[in-house]
């Protein structure tokens, strides 16, 4: 004897029902190209933990050594006055000073002169887009040259970051994507493996 039709409704609504709730459930899967990096890296998370303590003296001079690794034309003076920039800005602004280091070599190697696209300086920070809401933020900035100087570059830098982050929960990976403009696994492996060499650097440091 067959089933009534009146029953076996309500089994296709529920087929029909269960077959969009996974097709749902994909759309939300991160694709290759969105995977987690920092959010999931057992050594970032264990420095996350340390909190303000990441901007002590060990962490200016794993800095300033950084970035004369990756720019050996940059005098001491200028890596550690870079590097004491990044650490003020974390603090203030609330963020890791591994991770605006990072992005600071990743985007001009170190450079407070490099322009790319109407981007500029140390964190090439794009004027033309920025050019009303960096003035709300910080009254002495004004032009684009006004930009340019490292102690307002990494201020901005770090201050978008730090925006970032909280539009994203803390989610780092997102955050990186919206600093960089779109979302690029090269970029945030780049940064990572950047990061990795700081926190030697910093252990050094820490045990000299």
């Not at 999931?40 to 996350?48: A, K, Q, T, V, Y």
């Not at 570059?153 to 803390?170: E, T």
Request: hydrophobic fraction near 35%; proline fraction near 5%.
């Amino acid at each position: 004897m067959k089933t009534p039709p009146a029953i076996q409704k309500p089994s296709l609504l529920r087929g029909i029902f269960l077959a969009i709730l996974f097709l749902s459930s994909l759309l939300l899967l991160p694709s290759s190209g969105e995977s987690a990096f920092f959010d999931n890296d057992r050594h970032f998370l264990s420095m996350r933990c340390m909190g303000d303590h990441k901007c002590d003296s060990p962490a200016d001079k794993a800095i300033a050594r950084f970035f004369r690794e990756k720019n050996p034309k940059l005098s001491r003076e200028t890596a550690k006055k870079y590097s004491l920039l990044v650490v003020d800005a974390a603090r203030e602004f609330g963020v890791d000073p591994f991770l605006v280091a990072g992005i600071i070599v990743k985007e001009s190697t170190v450079k407070a002169n490099a322009s790319s696209r109407g981007c500029y300086g140390l964190m090439q920070i794009k004027w033309s887009v920025h050019q009303k809401s960096i003035p709300k933020a910080f009254p002495s900035i004004r032009s684009s040259e006004d930009l340019r100087k490292p102690e307002n570059n990494i201020r901005v830098g770090s201050y978008m970051l730090a925006n970032f982050l909280r539009k994203h929960q803390g989610q780092v990976d997102a955050s990186l994507d919206s600093y960089k403009g779109n979302a690029s696994s090269r970029y945030k492996r780049t940064i990572l493996k950047y990061y990795h060499r700081m926190i030697s650097l910093y252990q050094k440091a820490k045990s000299s």
